[in-house]
């Protein structure tokens, strides 16, 4: 099997997590498997305006925040007429293995999931898989 290489500096990242914590941690492992655009959001309607102004090629994203929660944000991403990309792929950082939440995300078009908080090759693989090397 013969994987693409992936120029990762070629694309743009958003993650939205609303402890800072954790956000800059992602963005630190982000950076080592070596993407350089790397914007960030506090929140679902941070993410929102993030979106429009960045167009991501991937978001990372936490499900449980306030006061927009991750499945809300992902539902207005998918209906935006605004954000430039409302279909790109979007992983949901999670400690949940609920189905419910489970399935509300699939039905709103989740592309993956990565359990909280995320390991460097968890989070490469899902990355990889999401942007082409499959």
Do not use: W
Request: with cysteine; proline share 5%.
């Amino acid at each position: 099997m013969d994987l693409q290489a992936i120029d990762y500096s070629r694309h743009r990242i958003l993650v939205v997590e609303d402890q800072p914590f954790v956000r800059r941690t992602i963005v630190q492992i982000l950076g080592q498997i070596g993407f350089r655009d790397v914007a960030e959001a506090e929140d679902g309607e941070t993410a929102m305006r993030e979106s429009i102004r960045v167009n991501p090629d991937l978001i990372v994203c936490d499900i449980d925040m306030k006061p927009v929660s991750g499945l809300q944000y992902l539902a207005r991403l998918r209906a935006s007429t605004e954000a430039a990309n409302p279909r790109a792929p979007v992983v949901f950082l999670t400690n949940h293995t609920e189905s419910e939440i489970v399935k509300q995300a699939m039905a709103l078009g989740v592309n993956g999931f990565v359990v909280k908080p995320p390991s460097f090759s968890a989070l490469k693989e899902r990355v990889d898989r999401l942007l082409g090397g499959r």
